[in-house]
């Protein structure tokens, strides 16, 4: 649900491996150039080191706690994101804007150095949903609705 709310928002996707250490995730954060944080709470030491490694403010950190786990004191829930307002999801509707614009910042798996970023742009992303789709169709009529829609996609680069 955070990754289509972040590409809706005009946001950058990105997602890590949750067993990345400080370093790791410095170089993640650093790489995909990352303004904004949301993490579980059970990985969020390392995460609050790369942060600062990376001079983002712990303000811009807050905590996925979709099952309600117990948030830090000293953290904002990504629910608290709710108390700005509402507006419509980012739209575009030319193949140029669609071609060229950012949707996500996936990562290679890194065997020969570090991991390195993969962009995925808006038209990418629909392809790949496009391609399954083709592959594998579906044995009930699709019909389409005037909103935004788009399948989630997997948080680390595999697709290949």
């Given at each position: 649900m955070l990754v289509l709310a972040i590409i809706g928002a005009g946001g950058v996707f990105t997602g890590t491996?949750?067993?990345?250490?400080?370093?790791?995730l410095s170089h993640h954060i650093k790489t995909a150039r990352c303004s904004?944080?949301?993490?579980?709470s059970a990985i969020l030491a390392p995460l609050l080191d790369a942060a600062k490694q990376n001079q983002i403010p712990e303000r811009n950190v807050w905590i996925f706690d979709p099952l309600n786990q117990d948030t830090p004191k000293?953290?904002?829930?990504?629910?608290?994101l709710f108390n700005y307002g509402e507006e419509d999801w980012v739209r575009f509707d030319d193949l140029e804007t669609a071609r060229t614009t950012t949707a996500a910042?996936?990562?290679?798996?890194?065997?020969?150095?570090?991991?390195k970023a993969v962009v995925i742009?808006?038209?990418?992303?629909?392809?790949?949903?496009?391609?399954?789709?083709?592959?594998f169709p579906r044995p009930y009529h699709v019909s389409?609705?005037?909103?935004?829609?788009?399948?989630?996609?997997?948080?680390?680069?595999?697709?290949?």
């Open positions: 491996n949750p067993s990345y250490t400080a370093a790791e904004f944080l949301i993490s579980e000293t953290h904002r829930s990504w629910r608290d910042r996936l990562f290679s798996s890194g065997t020969t150095g570090l991991p742009t808006h038209y990418n992303m629909i392809a790949q949903q496009e391609l399954v789709y083709t592959a389409l609705i005037q909103t935004f829609r788009s399948p989630p996609i997997p948080v680390t680069y595999e697709a290949g």
